[in-house]
T-cell receptor, first 114, second 112 residues
Framework: DQQVKQNSPSLSVQEGRISILNCDYT??????FLWYKKYPAEGPTFLIS?????DKNEDGRFTVFLNKSAKHLSLHIVPSQPGDSAVYFC?????????????FGKGTLLTVNP | DAGVIQSPRHEVTEMGQEVTLRCKPI?????LFWYRQTMMRGLELLIY????????DSGMPEDRFSAKMPNASFSTLKIQPSEPRDSAVYFC??????????FGSGTRLTVV
């Protein structure tokens, strides 16, 4: 039972264009969401997060949008760069539990073509 | 700090053998997590520890899997006996009272 779903296994975009990665969740207790980026042969690294009290969080070229009613979040990368090519994982947590346990999606492989 | 250190980076073993994966968390971090990454299931949480105490091991697939954290600076994940379906990348992560996980580089396990 996947509580965090990334339905697109892969995405290919041209350099300079927008990349939009999507994530859906089913657990209504989730109230904190994160995106992690993973290069081959490395561990995932934290990219950006959002709390359920917000609907948008921006950090440079990266913006995460949260639609609580639809249980959907998305990561926008503008403009996309070849160095952004990686696997992106969406993660979620119920912060009411104090153990900071994250549930991850399966990931989306983003390829940014020069 | 050198970050989360996992060893070995690669492990190839024969079915039925015991495998031990090791993790050294970041000094001062009080939570440690073991994840497994596969194409089919993505990143799955196997077990996590708070202050060296196992909190939730519901993700451990079978009794063949066990994990220990004897002190704040070391944890092991053991598979005995190993099977081909255990082949995956195993990640250890640590954090300090928040969601700021730091992952290690992972151990790629191949069971033949």
């Amino acid at each position: 039972d996947q509580q965090v779903k990334q339905n697109s296994p892969s995405l290919s975009v041209q350099e300079g264009r927008i990349s939009i990665l999507n994530c859906d969740y089913t657990n209504s207790m989730f109230d904190y969401f994160l995106w992690y980026k993973k290069y081959p042969a490395e561990g995932p690294t934290f990219l950006i997060s959002i709390s359920s009290i917000k609907d948008k969080n921006e950090d440079g070229r990266f913006t995460v949008f949260l639609n609580k009613s639809a249980k959907h979040l998305s990561l926008h990368i503008v403009p996309s760069q070849p160095g952004d090519s990686a696997v992106y994982f969406c993660a979620a947590s119920d912060s009411g539990g104090s153990n900071y346990k994250l549930t991850f999606g399966k990931g989306t492989l983003l390829t940014v073509n020069p | 700090d050198a970050g989360v250190i996992q060893s070995p980076r690669h492990e190839v073993t024969e079915m039925g053998q015991e495998v031990t994966l090791r993790c050294k968390p970041i000094s001062g971090h009080n939570s440690l997590f073991w994840y497994r990454q596969t194409m089919m299931r993505g990143l799955e949480l196997l077990i996590y520890f708070n202050n060296n105490v196992p909190i939730d091991d519901s993700g451990m697939p079978e009794d063949r899997f066990s994990a220990k954290m004897p002190n704040a600076s070391f944890s092991t994940l053991k598979i005995q006996p190993s099977e081909p379906r255990d082949s995956a990348v195993y990640f250890c992560a640590s954090s300090l009272r928040n969601y700021g996980y730091t992952f290690g580089s992972g151990t790629r396990l191949t069971v033949v």
